[in-house]
């Protein structure tokens, strides 16, 4: 069936309103971009101005929305029988249509970020190449899908490369010479993405419909609460190492209780009846987690300024 492309804007409208809504991913993109400037700035000492902050989060907002795009072309095939109910397979938004609007945000993308300088466009695009690398499922799919918690490991990783441009856009320095401490803050992100990404696919009991696996179906719901878990403790630990300056002393451990008690709290919650209902807030707790970690460092920054 032909697609008229008068309706692009409201048929792209509805795809965003259903796989990219704003509402949702634009405070997670500000939280993520917000957190690795300060992480960048504590370290650099260097304080870019507005504007440079304003083209860093632009283009990591266009580059989040690739991602998107990826996977629904890449996952295609499998969502025409798996969910036959989102934009692509059900004929809303076209394939070829995805990969020239895909296309088109990576030229935007790095034409954007060839303003801010070489640094810049170093870093990014070391981030951009591994995208592509993601989207071609690093050319061996049909090995790497059936190991469920492997591919989500090697997709996740481009949360650390997306980090590392922000860092090169903010300081004007070169991938290769970024402090030791910033470049060791790509495992923070890989870390804190891997958690929304294990606990995005935990379900209580009966709640999969068995068309797609699930991490608490592979590893049953201790299995998928440590998983989570495990990262967000490394995650907190990892950045009170690498940066001990970033929050005062006093800070450290009601941090560190803020952080990671709803996760705690929600994964017991979670473990003692691992039902619908129960699963669903372990989700929402865990899916927080991303937005307050990097909120935090945001928050710590800003009154470490206002201290002194």
């Not at 690093?138 to 899908?145: A, E, T």
């Not at 490991?153 to 010479?177: D, K, Q």
């Not at 068995?210 to 950045?239: D, F, H, K």
Request: hydrophobic share 50%.
């Amino acid at each position: 069936m032909a697609i008229d492309r008068r309706t692009a804007p409201v048929r792209w409208a509805g795809f965003i309103r259903e796989r990219f809504p704003l509402l949702v991913h634009l405070p997670l993109v500000l939280a993520f971009g917000g957190g690795n400037l300060v992480v960048a700035l504590q370290v650099s000492g260097n304080q870019p101005g507005a504007d440079r902050v304003v083209t860093i989060l632009a283009v990591t907002l266009l580059f989040f929305f690739r991602l998107r795009l990826f996977d629904e072309l890449k996952d295609h095939d499998t969502d025409l029988t798996e969910h036959p109910e989102r934009p692509l397979p059900r004929g809303l938004v076209s394939t070829a249509e995805a990969m020239r609007v895909a296309a088109g945000g990576l030229i935007l993308e790095g034409a954007t970020i060839l303003f801010l300088g070489w640094a810049a466009t170093a870093g990014w695009a070391l981030a951009a190449l591994y995208s592509l690398l993601m989207y071609r499922e690093f050319f061996c799919g049909r090995w790497l899908r059936p190991k469920m918690e492997l591919y989500a490991l090697t997709h996740t990783l481009v949360a650390g490369g997306l980090g590392g441009f922000i860092a090169c856009a903010a300081t004007g320095t070169a991938p290769w010479n970024l402090p030791a401490a910033v470049m060791t803050f790509a495992l923070v992100n890989w870390s804190v993405f891997n958690v929304f990404e294990f606990a995005r696919k935990t379900y209580g009991k009966g709640e999969s419909d068995g068309r797609a696996e699930t991490y608490s179906e592979r590893l049953g719901p201790v299995g998928a609460v440590l998983l989570s878990l495990g990262w967000a403790g490394l995650a907190v630990i990892l950045t009170g190492y690498l940066f001990p300056k970033l929050l005062p002393t006093s800070w450290i451990w009601p941090t560190r209780l803020l952080l990671l008690g709803p996760p705690v709290l929600g994964s017991v919650y979670y473990l003692l009846r691992p039902q619908r209902n129960e699963a669903r807030f372990f989700r929402a707790v865990f899916s927080a987690f991303l937005l307050v970690f990097y909120a935090v460092l945001i928050a710590a920054h800003w009154l470490r300024g206002s201290a002194s």
